[in-house]
């Protein structure tokens, strides 16, 4: 589920959706918009709890202020785990609000990619839950785990031949 679905330009949620989609990733995929019942041609409902079913992976392209209560949702539900783009976390001086994200995070024992995370590309599955363009190519052996976004990004767009099999 991408919850901030957009249309928009340039946004995560328009990015991760359709990085999804020009990857010809083959499972459920739903977006979440509070108005919207469609965006990029994939089916959308108003909130997480309108689901009809828990999904594996929850990206979260809101502002920060919501995340902990998205957060909270997916948990409750049973959904897989998240990716959080968002910033403005601990990272800024925002400790109540990575507080708050953790706190709903272990209540519901779900893992969480971030805050301020660029997300998880995993080859194999032709998933691409990212918050940059990405491009899937031929998976691979490697797996690369980093601390850096800006790396995760160069280390995708290389073109040196190396195949990656997931990148965090």
Same mark, same amino acid.
């Given at each position: 589920?991408?919850?901030?679905?957009? $249309?928009? +330009?340039?946004?995560?949620?328009?990015?991760?959706?359709?990085?999804?989609?020009?990857? %010809?990733?083959? %499972?459920? @995929?739903?977006?979440?918009?509070?108005?919207? #019942?469609?965006?990029?041609? +994939? $089916?959308?409902?108003?909130?997480? $709890?309108?689901?009809? /079913?828990?999904?594996?992976? +929850?990206? !979260?392209? #809101?502002? /920060?202020?919501?995340?902990?209560?998205?957060?909270? #949702?997916? %948990?409750?539900?049973?959904?897989?785990?998240?990716? !959080?783009?968002?910033?403005?976390?601990?990272?800024?001086?925002?400790?109540?609000?990575?507080?708050? @994200? =953790? /706190?709903?995070?272990?209540?519901?024992?779900?893992?969480?990619?971030?805050?301020?995370?660029?997300? @998880?590309?995993?080859?194999?599955?032709?998933?691409?839950?990212?918050? $940059?363009?990405?491009?899937?190519?031929?998976?691979?052996?490697?797996? @690369?785990? #980093?601390?850096? %976004?800006?790396?995760? =990004?160069?280390?995708?767009?290389?073109?040196?031949?190396?195949?990656?099999?997931? !990148?965090?």
């Amino acid at each position: 589920a991408v919850v901030g679905a957009t $249309d928009r +330009v340039g946004s995560y949620g328009a990015t991760a959706l359709t990085n999804l989609l020009s990857a %010809g990733y083959g %499972g459920r @995929l739903v977006g979440v918009h509070p108005t919207r #019942t469609q965006v990029h041609g +994939v $089916d959308c409902v108003p909130s997480l $709890d309108d689901l009809d /079913a828990p999904v594996d992976a +929850v990206i !979260v392209a #809101t502002p /920060a202020d919501t995340v902990p209560s998205i957060i909270d #949702t997916a %948990g409750r539900i049973g959904c897989g785990g998240a990716i !959080v783009f968002a910033a403005e976390f601990a990272e800024t001086g925002r400790h109540d609000r990575q507080q708050a @994200l =953790v /706190a709903a995070a272990r209540r519901h024992h779900l893992p969480v990619i971030g805050p301020n995370a660029n997300g @998880l590309v995993a080859m194999h599955h032709r998933a691409p839950l990212w918050g $940059d363009v990405v491009e899937v190519g031929t998976p691979g052996e490697i797996a @690369l785990i #980093t601390q850096s %976004g800006n790396i995760g =990004v160069t280390a995708l767009a290389s073109r040196r031949g190396l195949r990656w099999h997931t !990148v965090i």
